[in-house]
C-alpha cells in the first residue's frame, strides 16, 4: 500500500494563491501517475490536474492557466500551485496515485485538505 498525506489548505482571498503538497510513504519515481481530485458535497469527484512519471501534464478546464502540478521525487512529493483562486475552487482536494501492473491499475487516495477561498 501506498500512504498519501495532503497539507497546504486553508483559507484564502479571491485571488490569491495557495500551494498544496501531497507526501508519499514511498518513492514517487516507480508511480506511473499522480493526481489532485477534488470534491464539493452533493457533487461528483473531479479531476483538476495529473502528472505522469515522464512529467507529462493533464489540467481540467476550470483550472488552466491557473493551477501548476509538479513533483519532486527527491522528496517524494506532489505539488499544486494554485494561483488567481475563485471561491467556486473551494472544496476537498485529494491526493491519487495509480501504479500501473502488467496486470491492471491500483489506485491510492489521501486524507484531503480544505481550501476555502472567500470572496
Known amino acids: 500500500q501506498v500512504q498519501l498525506v495532503e497539507s497546504g489548505g486553508g483559507l484564502v482571498q479571491a485571488g490569491g494563491s495557495l500551494r498544496l503538497s501531497c507526501a508519499a510513504s514511498?518513492?514517487?519515481?516507480?508511480?506511473?501517475?499522480m493526481g489532485w481530485y477534488r470534491q464539493v458535497p452533493g457533487k461528483q469527484r473531479e479531476l483538476v490536474a495529473a502528472i505522469t512519471n515522464t512529467g507529462r501534464t493533464t489540467y481540467a478546464d476550470a483550472v488552466k492557466g491557473r493551477f501548476t502540478i509538479s513533483r519532486d521525487n527527491a522528496k517524494n512529493t506532489v505539488y499544486l500551485q494554485m494561483d488567481s483562486l475563485r471561491s467556486e475552487d473551494t472544496s476537498v482536494y485529494l491526493c491519487?496515485?495509480?501504479?500501473?501492473?502488467?496486470?491492471?491499475?491500483?489506485?491510492?487516495w489521501g486524507q484531503g485538505t480544505q481550501v476555502t477561498v472567500s470572496s
Open positions: 514511498r518513492s514517487i519515481a516507480g508511480i506511473n501517475t
Open positions: 491519487n496515485a495509480d501504479v500501473v501492473f502488467p496486470i491492471g491499475t491500483r489506485s491510492y
